[in-house]
């Protein structure tokens, strides 16, 4: 996870708690914790002492008891680690005092605004026409792609349910009671054999009859007439558990039937059908047997030995099943989960194994599908209750998507879904989403994937050849999208472009630029006309060594309505108070040289690379760097109109030697912050970054190297900490205030007005110091908590000599001796 999420969240988090505290230090210790080798404080068992405990602590332990039981059987989807999250929430006095304070303040704080007033009346009405809009536009949209579907809707219909007689599950129209006929003693095991093999086939007998379910998910329990002779009857209760795994067996069977119970549990049904005809055959056999006089009750319980076992693990996978609600990669998972319990014997593992392997054949498919084509099939219209591991979030057509398309298509277009992943494809999971993504851009970008032989996937316990090719099909796709994106689209010669621009690695063209276009940026930003800048913009380009990029004409100009500290605190969502009284201060009118960045056109399939979450880090990165030069620029004017100074007599020129001491310390201090940038910063990072480039083998590790390229640059140039970021902010607005003051005295110098000279020089300096000061402490207190060594060279570049803190440390003793004093 990028630091600039993990920012948002907790940022988020903290905003939600009601807390002001910055996210800095929380994300410094999630990276400390992730840094530890030690065990990870939630595992996936849940221990029965951390049920206990919160049985303890709740209100209700049966009732806590219960519904976790409940829980556990439905086989809920990371239901221990939450287990065991309550647990330390509810171990943490302080944890819980603040979450009881936060819920208290929502309500409270709901029930305050639950007064709609007059003047609320035309927001809310422009936001029920703005949904209605919407609502209308996506109804018709959803119209439009259902009259394109050429295949007929699907009949949902449960015809047992319209038919019960159909059923082959004890079907009966009204309640029957046992038949109290007393027959004889030596009669009676003849007519129980035909009631239980009447039972074992779904059907109530005369003297043993089925009872109504409590839970249509529950065994189902039989009651025999108590005219039946004990030791029959104890027979007979032996037998009868068989019949109620059938029953199971069968109710899951004519249940799962409907569109809605997905393939998955359809090609299960049919595998239990299987299963089923040669359960029927054998209680014909018996039936057989019984006719020609030679079953008795002894026999049979002997004959039903291996069907009962059989049978057993039959109804606990359908109960399972039903209990959980489980489809698609669920219901492989708990069959997986019921084959390796199974393990010590052998036909019972056989036994799972077939169900497994018939279960899986559509899901195998659809997987196919994938990772051969980049496409997730739904022939049976299963969008809303779809089950495959990778869900498709498809809105609109890639070519309707807004500008920043490219990142959200890559990030949330296809996503994985934990809980529908298989058992045995869970290691596997990001290789499947990758391999369909990287199919899904080659076919856009109209290329195709040349395979050799599609081998057919099928699950195996044994062996794995479907892993195999999942791999083969995923080597392949990410050669062929990597061949797409480095060779035929100039991957690397685009990223050189853009570092030329927004990096300042193409100096005669950063000379240029300003030259022409520094006139127009002094102007207020609205002020600017934007067509007039991209004019000179293009001449820069044409006169600099630029003009031989061939990406040259991709570059924009662009004028932003908010200033780089406001950029990088929406970026790092930060809402410490200080950041949202900034926030507040957005009618603060810009100059062109304070909004202009640089904006880049890139084209598919580069600007999954380079898309716009990139290029707003690469913005944030020139404006720095362009305003430190622009800064250069102003200081050197001063020197070189400082020069008539020459021509004052030796008294008046003393007066400038303060102001021109100042000059030199800001020029210094501004020349080191862009040698460290440039040289010490963004170089070693962009060497470390082609150098990964080369050994990369798929997309996502270009996103991630190319994200870690733009994260550290981001974090060692002093954007990412609002306290570095607001010390050179203000250490910046400084010299502007210095030079703009020094050009003013230039254009009507007098050898006069010395006192009020020295004065504003000597109030400038002091504010350059402290400013200074404050930064050179920040990043010496950077350094102590995250030994971030190239910090460490701007505080001994810019207090090389100690002069500023030794300065600072005077100031700070004649202080405390005028309090003394006083």
């Known amino acids: 996870m990028s630091e600039f999420k993990q920012h948002y969240l907790v940022g988020e988090l903290l905003e939600l708690l009601g807390s002001t505290s910055s996210p800095e230090k929380f994300v410094e210790e999630l990276h400390k914790g992730t840094s530890r080798s030690s065990d990870p404080a939630l595992s996936n068992v849940v221990t029965q002492s951390c049920i206990r405990q919160l049985a303890n602590n709740s209100p209700n332990s049966d009732l806590f008891l219960m519904k976790y039981e409940e829980l556990k059987s439905k086989k809920v989807y990371l239901l221990e680690p939450f287990m065991q999250l309550l647990n330390l929430v509810s171990a943490d006095e302080n944890l819980k005092n603040c979450l009881a304070k936060n819920v208290s303040h929502t309500t409270a704080g709901n029930t305050q605004n639950f007064t709609i007033t007059r003047e609320d009346v035309p927001q809310i009405c422009k936001n029920v026409i703005k949904a209605a809009v919407e609502g209308e536009r996506k109804l018709n949209k959803h119209i439009s792609m259902s009259d394109k579907r050429i295949d ?9 349910i319209d038919r019960p007689r159909f059923s082959w599950d004890f079907p009966s129209d009204v309640p029957i009671t046992p038949c109290q006929k007393v027959v004889p003693t030596a009669s009676q095991e003849t007519i129980l054999l ?20 409590a839970n249509p998910y529950d065994l189902r329990s039989f009651v025999i007439s108590q005219d039946v002779g004990t030791s029959f009857k104890q027979l007979a209760q032996q037998i009868l558990p068989l019949a109620s795994y059938y029953s199971m067996t069968v109710r899951f069977g004519e249940g799962k039937v409907l569109p809605e119970d997905g393939q998955v549990n359809h090609a299960l049904r049919g595998g239990l059908n299987c299963l089923l005809k040669d359960y029927l055959l054998f209680i014909v056999q018996l039936e057989a ?7 008795n009750l002894q026999k049979l319980w002997f004959y039903i ?106 990030e949330k277009r296809y996503a994985v879904r934990h809980e529908r ?33 599609q081998e057919p996937l099928e699950y195996q316990y044994r062996g794995q050849k479907y892993i195999a090719a999942i791999d083969r099909a995923y080597s392949e796709a990410a050669r062929t999208l990597l061949e797409v994106l480095i ?73 932003l309505p908010h200033d780089l500290e406001f950029q990088m605190f929406r970026i790092l969502s930060i809402q410490t108070r200080g950041e949202k009284a900034f926030s507040s201060q957005l009618d603060t009118t810009l100059t062109g040289l304070e909004a202009f960045v640089f904006n880049y056109d890139v084209k598919w399939p580069v600007s999954l690379i380079i898309n716009r979450n990139a290029i707003s880090c690469y913005q944030m990165i020139f404006r720095q760097l362009f305003y430190c030069k622009h800064i250069e620029r102003l200081l050197c004017r001063v020197w070189i109109s400082n020069k008539i100074a020459k021509t004052f007599t030796c008294e008046a020129a003393m007066a400038y030697r303060q102001a021109f001491s100042l000059r030199q310390r800001m020029l210094d201090c501004i020349q080191h912050l862009e040698y460290y940038m440039m040289v010490e910063v963004i170089e070693p ?8 480039m080369s050994k990369v083998s798929n997309v996502d590790d270009v996103l991630s190297v190319h994200q870690d390229l733009l994260d550290n640059c981001l974090k060692e140039c002093m954007l990412t900490d609002p306290g570095l970021l607001g010390c050179i902010t203000s250490l910046c607005a400084v010299c502007i205030e210095f030079c703009h003051f020094m050009q003013n005295e230039a254009e009507s110098v007098t050898e006069g007005k010395e006192g009020s000279f020295k004065e504003r020089i000597a109030r400038l300096d002091t504010g350059f110091m402290e400013t200074l000061v404050r930064l050179l402490d920040r990043i010496r207190d950077l350094g102590r908590e995250i030994d971030n060594e190239k910090l460490l060279n701007v505080l001994c570049r810019l207090d090389f000599n100690m002069f500023y803190t030794e300065t600072l440390s005077r100031q700070g003793t004649s202080t405390r001796q005028q309090d003394i004093s006083g």
């Open 421 to 453: 992943i298989p058992v045995f494809l869970s290691e596997h999971a990001q290789t499947i989403l990758r391999t369909g993504k990287y199919l899904n851009v080659i076919r856009q970008c109209g290329k195709t994937v040349q395979w050799g032989r």
């Open 194 to 213: 035909w009631d239980i093999l009447s039972c074992l086939k779904g059907i109530d007998g005369s003297y043993i009859i089925s009872e109504p379910l």
């Open 289 to 295: 047997e019984h006719i020609r006089g030679k079953l």
């Open 305 to 410: 030995q291996p069907t009962m076992a059989t049978m057993s693990i039959l109804a606990h996978i359908t109960s399972t099943i039903c209990k959980a609600s489980a489809k698609g990669g669920k219901v492989l998972s708990l069959l997986y989960e019921q084959m390796n319990d199974v393990s010590g014997e052998a036909k019972s593992k056989e036994l799972c194994l077939f169900l497994i392997r018939a279960a899986s054949v559509p899901y195998m498919q659809t997987l196919e599908k994938w990772v051969y084509k980049g496409v997730i099939s739904d022939p049976y219209q299963e969008v809303k209750i779809w089950t495959f591991l990778v869900e498709d979030n498809e809105l609109i057509q890639r070519e309707e998507l807004p500008v920043d398309y490219s990142a959200d298509y890559w």
């Open 685 to 692: 990072n962009w060497l470390t970054f082609l150098n990964k």
């Open 487 to 559: 060779h035929e689209n100039d991957l690397m010669g685009r990223l050189r472009s853009v570092k030329n621009y927004f990096l300042l690695a193409q100096g005669d063209f950063v000379v240029q630029f300003m030259n022409l276009c520094e006139g127009e940026l002094v102007k207020n930003m609205y002020d600017i006309v934007i067509h007039r800048l991209a004019s000179l913009l293009e001449l820069a380009l044409r006169m600099s060594t630029a003009d031989s990029d061939p990406y040259k004409d991709d570059l924009k100009p662009e004028l």
């Open 152 to 160: 007929p809707p699907l009949v949902s219909q449960n015809w047992i």
